[in-house]
DNA sequence: AGAAATGATCTACTTTAATATATCGATACA
DNA sequence: TGTATCGATATATTAAAGTAGATCATTTCT
């Protein structure tokens, strides 16, 4: 709506798509209804201060009051710890988590088999590389894998899942290598648990 | 009212008090009414976006989301950038301010002598030392001195208070030297000028 | 004692954010 | 082709922000 609500308005947008969420998912998370929050993003509502609070503190933000010339300093501090993802990344992401949600989904029973639990550790560690992870094909397809495994013969075809969790997995931590180590962990790892967590 | 608008809140009290302005001022200047400033302030309300940007315009302020995890390096420099002054100080502040609108609304005749134009530049330079300034009673005296030299017989007065001026522009300018000279002009300069300027 | 300025508080009225819910066209996938 | 999810919109209702303006008790200075 005015001209100092449109930053906040793209900083929202940005954040939550850096996080691999739609607005449904935040809604979820911040209690702000969808249709608010494509209204707020749009820049077409002049919101209150509980809800920018509540979808800040959703997608890990805080919200400050900063001196004006200090402003270019904290730009800074700001653009650096927020390199934007492009959009092979954005889809990486979110095939990552979507791959998190179907193995946690499983029966329990596979649930607790050791092919399940390494399928798990290497999934949580590519969270480690959100900056550079491109592979949302390959992703897509183990994603995609997990759902049906339910369905077919089980065991071993998570076993043979969770080895090709594990190929990605080495292969991004070796590319990660070659670029700055910094970089890689730059971004808040997206965490499964605490899905409904406030109020 | 809600947990995370406290800070806003708090921060915003202590910008204005740290500009010296009354809250009738700041309405003045923002376009806000005093006595939605004073709920504002008291943390009673939840206020629009549009309501804190006019603020915070008003105050020299920008409204900043910053990722959590660069929260501390934010902290640290608007910090550094905003050393809030003890009591004495603010009053030497709002003193100090008073003391140039007087100057000002002093006819224009004595308004173009010398001793004007150098007490001006000494009021002027004063707003350099405003961290450390705590002279509030010498301030006082000069701003009376300054409303009541249009009734007295005027020159010969405001030669002596522009003397007295550039004797606390001295001492203030000597004890500056021992403490660090940064800190020293780490807050914006209050200016006279653009009394209402937004809408 | 009187005058002036401070922040906090009240009234009355208008505007609008926020909510719940449903739907829309577009895109992606089987 | 049918299903699912995406963001954007529409509706109706409720709760509360915002505004203008007066008033109050305190403090400060004449």
Chains 1, 2 share one sequence.
Request: proline share 3%.
């Amino acid at each position: 709506m005015t001209y100092a609500s449109e930053h906040i308005a793209v900083a929202l947008r940005e954040a939550r798509e850096n996080k691999g969420l739609s607005q449904r998912e935040l809604s979820k998370r911040s209690g702000v209804p969808q249709s608010h929050i494509s209204k707020i993003e749009s820049n077409n509502v002049d919101l209150r201060l509980s809800s920018l609070a509540s979808l800040a503190h959703a997608l890990d933000l805080e919200l400050a009051l900063i001196p004006r010339k200090a402003a270019p300093a904290v730009r800074s501090i700001t653009r650096s710890t927020t390199l934007q993802s492009d959009r092979g990344n954005a889809d990486a992401l979110r095939e990552l988590v979507r791959a998190q949600r179907a193995l946690a989904a499983l029966p329990a029973a596979m649930h607790d088999s050791g092919a399940a639990q390494t399928l798990q550790k290497n999934l949580s560690e590519m969270n480690n590389f959100r900056n550079v992870i491109q592979e949302s094909d390959a992703l897509r397809q183990m994603r995609i894998a997990i759902e049906t495994v339910s369905n077919s013969d089980g065991m071993k075809r998570l076993q043979e899942i969770a080895k090709d969790a594990q190929r990605i997995r080495n292969m991004l931590a070796h590319s990660i290598g070659q670029i700055s180590n910094e970089t890689a962990r730059s971004k808040p790892a997206y965490r499964l648990d605490e899905e409904d967590s406030d109020g």
